[in-house]
């Protein structure tokens, strides 16, 4: 079994709506929350950073942690064409551990 | 304010040949860490740098070695590369070492193996 285990895509979502992306891990030890976004051809760009269980907002994305599940998510409202990328969610056990990454998922979003 | 930049871009190498990949880390940073991304997969952990000295390594065998120098740039070493070898080499960098703090990455060097 993997550390983390990320929901398989392609997913196609049309313009404007609502997109959630969902990760689960099985290291009690991580204890920071990252999801990255990557175009083609680029490197990964960080979207959130969160520590702990709960949420955290900025702008049209939301980060939701809860520990006890081992379960991590990212909504996206308002889903713009421009979203369209690669998102990975990744995680490490504080104190710049080595961040440990999920397979990714590519979201296309049509206009 | 200048971003992890990453050289070169791409490379073409042989099996059997070896290669040096560079990175200039995050103005104010003094970690480097570096992955490697197959394609379709994500980013795996090679090793990590702090104060020129290898803090942490992933399960990558020793033909991989690093560098890192006194302005905390860092060189990633491969050694009779194999087919297997072809990959985007991501570099990322971090600063503090108590408190962590994300990682920023480069946009990577691609690897291809004829």
């Known amino acids: 079994q993997k550390e983390v285990e990320q929901d398989p895509g392609p997913l196609s979502v049309p313009e404007g709506a609502i997109v959630s992306l969902n990760c689960t891990y099985s290291?009690?030890?991580?204890?920071?929350f990252m999801w990255y976004r990557q175009y083609s051809r680029k490197g990964p760009e960080l979207l959130m950073y969160?520590?702990?269980?709960g949420n955290k907002e900025d702008g049209r994305f939301t980060a939701q942690v809860d520990k006890s599940s081992k379960y991590i998510s990212l909504f996206i409202r308002d889903s713009q064409p421009s979203d369209s990328a690669t998102y990975l969610c990744?995680?490490?056990?504080?104190?710049?551990?080595?961040?440990?990454f999920g397979k990714g998922i590519t979201l296309s979003v049509r206009p | 304010d200048a971003g992890v930049t990453q050289s070169p871009t791409h490379l073409i190498k042989t099996r059997g040949q070896q290669v040096t990949l560079r990175c200039s880390p995050k103005?104010?940073?003094?970690?480097v860490s570096w992955y490697q991304q197959a394609l379709g997969q994500g980013p795996q952990f090679i090793f990590q740098?702090?104060?020129?000295?290898?803090?942490q390594r992933g399960n990558f065998p020793d033909r991989f070695s690093g560098h890192q120098f006194p302005n905390y740039s860092s060189e990633l070493n491969v050694n009779a590369l194999l087919l297997g070898d072809s990959a985007l080499y991501l570099c990322?960098?971090?600063?503090?070492?108590?408190?962590?703090?994300?990682?920023?990455f480069g946009d990577g060097t691609r690897l291809s193996i004829l």
């Open positions: 990322a960098s971090s600063s503090g070492q108590v408190i962590s703090q994300p990682q920023h």
């Open positions: 290291n009690s030890a991580f204890q920071y």
């Open positions: 969160t520590y702990s269980s």
């Open positions: 990744a995680m490490d056990r504080g104190a710049n551990s080595k961040l440990t």
């Open positions: 103005s104010g940073h003094d970690t």
């Open positions: 740098y702090y104060e020129e000295e290898e803090r």
